[in-house]
């Protein structure tokens, strides 16, 4: 079973969503945050935002960019899971 098809689906109580629907709702919800774009891209580890010439100089990874992105996002998460 996967985790489309069964057991999340099950806990959020419907079934008209996808995986993707997830991962657009982080990046729009960073983005609100005030995370930029950039470090969006790689926190959803999109490999192909950069192209041609640029793409074989522009190697950063952001990874405190994308620390701070994930500590934002999942205190976002807990003040709104918090009754």
């Known amino acids: 079973m996967n985790i489309e098809g069964g ?30 774009p950039e470090v969006i891209d790689k926190c959803l580890n999109h490999s192909d935002v950069v192209k041609g010439v640029a793409a074989v100089y522009l190697r950063e990874q952001y990874l405190p960019e994308r620390r701070t992105a994930y500590d934002l996002w999942g205190a976002h998460i807990a003040k709104l899971a918090t009754p």
């Open 7 to 36: 057991i999340l689906k099950k806990l959020v109580g419907f079934n008209d969503w996808r995986l993707h629907d997830l991962r657009r709702s982080v990046a729009s919800g960073m983005q609100r945050l005030g995370v930029k």
